[in-house]
């Protein structure tokens, strides 16, 4: 590891991209059908995370990647927002 780079980012690399996407699947499935403002704190946490995400890793990304990724993050956020309301 060199010393720029961050311990948690090294972390993430080692996760299963599996048990990464069953994880936020339920995240997102138990968002859904909590009550409405528990719902909607849970997405905005997963956004807020997603955000961190995608700006740490904005330089290696394709053109096309960001474009799609930045639809769907604005897309949760969005049902976040409607879940709170």
Request: hydrophobic content about 70%; aromatic content about 6%.
């Amino acid at each position: 590891m060199q010393r720029t780079q961050s311990p948690l980012l090294v972390r993430l690399a080692r996760v299963n991209p599996t048990s990464a996407f069953l994880a936020a699947l339920v995240l997102v499935l138990v968002a859904f059908f909590a009550p409405a403002p528990v719902g909607g704190v849970l997405l905005l946490a997963l956004a807020a995370a997603l955000v961190w995400l995608l700006a740490t890793t904005w330089p290696v990304q394709a053109p096309a990647g960001r474009v799609i990724r930045l639809l769907m993050l604005t897309v949760l956020i969005a049902v976040a927002l409607a879940k709170l309301l």
